[in-house]
């Protein structure tokens, strides 16, 4: 972990307020899920990394274990279910309670893509990985955490699911919402376990997905212009917020959908 994320965790939390508390957090492996995954693990959490992709599991697993954090790597497709299963055993198998599921992983299609010519196949796919990824590892991890008495469950929305995405498209802007719905139903069925469910929904965040998705320089300078707080997120804007929703100052909060977008969505 480097040193940044640790004296800002620090900084920001108290120390070890996640000490001997379990996170899966899927999409871990790169992103603000890696920056998530090492500031979790920078306040004492035991943090499974969750990636499509083994090579960027194992990576964000060694920052945090170098640093004395303790980290798990997994290698999973969220929108398979025996896949989900068999992360979700392991690490039950190796720390015996999930305490926290972060649903982060989710993938998008071609910007700009008007409606009508979407393919089926990128609807489906932005589909399985948003909505039924999310879905597998909330109906995965749900009877264990009924087990334990509790647990979180937080979701990732996005502003286009509190509006619209011109960016990402009627795909993208759907299967948020799915999410969000999601959110809604599983906080009213299950808080008489003791297990909140909130969604985080963040605006565009500056890093390699957004710069990469823009065609220039006017289009980037365009899209500060429409944030009141007039910057595109950090990062780091983002997973404060995802520490606050997992920590016990947000005990009597379940159902919420928490807007992080510089002022964009006013609800």
Known sequence: MNQISLVAAREA?????????????????????????????????RV??????????????????EADGEAVPLVADVSKENEVRAAVDAV???????????????????????????????????????????????????????????????????????????????????????VIGMTRHLSREYARHGILVNTI???????????????NDEEGQALNGQIPIGRLAEPADIVDVVLFMASDASRYMTGAILDVSGGLILA
């Open 13 to 45: 939390f108290a120390p070890g307020i996640f000490a001997g508390r379990n996170f899966l957090v899927t999409g871990a492996g790169r992103g603000i899920g890696k920056l998530l995954a090492e500031r979790l693990a920078g306040l004492g959490a």
């Open 48 to 65: 499974a990394i969750c990636d499509l992709v083994e090579e960027r599991a194992r990576e964000t697993a060694r920052i945090i274990t």
């Open 92 to 178: 039950l198998s190796r720390w015996g309670r999930i305490d926290v599921l972060v649903n982060m992983a989710g993938s998008y299609g071609a910007a700009y893509r008007v409606t009508h010519e979407t393919p089926v196949d990128e609807w489906d796919s932005v589909f399985a990985s948003n909505v039924r990824g999310s879905f597998l590892c909330a109906k995965t991890i749900l009877p264990h955490m009924i087990e334990a008495g509790g647990g979180r469950i937080i979701n990732f929305a996005s502003n286009a699911g509190r509006s619209v995405s011109p960016l990402l498209g009627c795909s993208y802007t759907a299967a948020k919402t799915a």
């Open 201 to 215: 929904a963040p605006g565009p965040v500056a890093g390699e997905r957004v710069s990469g998705l823009l065609r």
